[in-house]
């Protein structure tokens, strides 16, 4: 398996930039497809960023698309996310996930098809 840590969240007013990292240590890396999700209270956890195991391709939905941007290191077992012209709405908590992939460089969006977790990093984005 491998255990997934995230850090570089914060505090930033609107309009700024974070950028989060997930270190990774366990298993061969680019074995796996990551995402990023996050979950504000009361809110389901959804994704903001996946990418696959070469790091070929990515998606980003919507809310995030033109601000954010996803990327991986393999070399260094790492996973970033970096977060520009950041709004209020995107106050959560931040999740990187992985998912074991043979034989395809697919991304995943689904929550549902990530094995492993992080515990997350609050990102506060104030008005």
């Known amino acids: 398996q491998v255990q997934l840590v995230e850090s570089g969240g914060g505090l930033v007013q609107a309009g700024g930039s974070l950028r989060l990292s997930c270190a990774a240590s366990g298993r061969t890396f680019s074995n796996y497809a990551l995402g990023w999700f996050r979950q504000a209270p009361g809110k389901e956890r959804d994704i903001v960023a996946a990418i696959t195991r070469s790091g070929g391709t990515t998606y980003y939905p919507d809310s995030v698309k033109g601000r954010f941007t996803v990327s991986r290191d393999n070399a260094n077992n790492t996973v970033y996310l970096q977060m520009n012209r950041l709004k209020p709405e995107d106050t959560a908590v931040y999740y990187c996930?992985?998912?074991?992939?043979?034989?395809?460089?697919?991304?995943?969006?689904?929550?549902?098809?990530?094995?492993?977790w992080g515990q997350g990093t609050q990102v506060t984005v104030t008005s």
């Open positions: 996930a992985a998912r074991p992939v043979t034989n395809s460089d697919n991304y995943y969006t689904r929550r549902l098809l990530y094995d492993y």
